[in-house]
């Protein structure tokens, strides 16, 4: 599956965001979908995920970050409420086919990923 976020862009702290991602190639309605970001300097790091049946947040996100898809549209999103500086980073999102509970925060799980999409939040 091939993947094409966007919607970053520049907020100032406090505000809001939905980046989104688009997958092509196959239906996705079976596979964990994920985001995660890199901050400059730092490691990327979990930030959500949804499956058929849950969704995951990193303790950073939680209350303030909402991730859902569109089956029918072969969408995901991240809407991001209440931004702080250091959620400044690039976000990316990523397909797992073969996903487990266990493993669901771990990029390396996932086989497909997107070309990121910048979000700067000013304080």
């Known amino acids: 599956v091939q993947l094409q976020a966007s919607g970053g862009g520049l907020v100032q702290a406090g505000g809001s965001l939905r980046v989104s991602c688009v997958a092509s190639?196959?239906?996705?309605?079976?596979?964990?979908m994920g985001w995660f970001r890199q901050a400059p300097g730092q490691e990327r790091e979990f930030v959500a995920a949804?499956?058929?049946?849950?969704?995951y947040y990193a303790d950073s996100v939680k209350g303030r970050f909402t991730i859902s898809k569109d089956d029918s549209k072969n969408t995901v999103y991240l809407q991001t409420n209440n931004l702080k500086p250091e959620d400044t980073a690039v976000y990316y999102c990523?397909?797992?086919?073969?996903?487990?509970?266990?493993?669901?925060?771990?990029?390396?799980?996932?086989?497909?990923w997107g070309q990121g999409t910048l979000v700067t939040v000013s304080s």
């Open positions: 949804i499956t058929w049946r849950d969704t």
């Open positions: 190639g196959r239906p996705f309605g079976s596979y964990a």
């Open positions: 990523a397909a797992d086919e073969r996903w487990s509970i266990a493993t669901i925060n771990r990029d390396r799980s996932y086989n497909s």
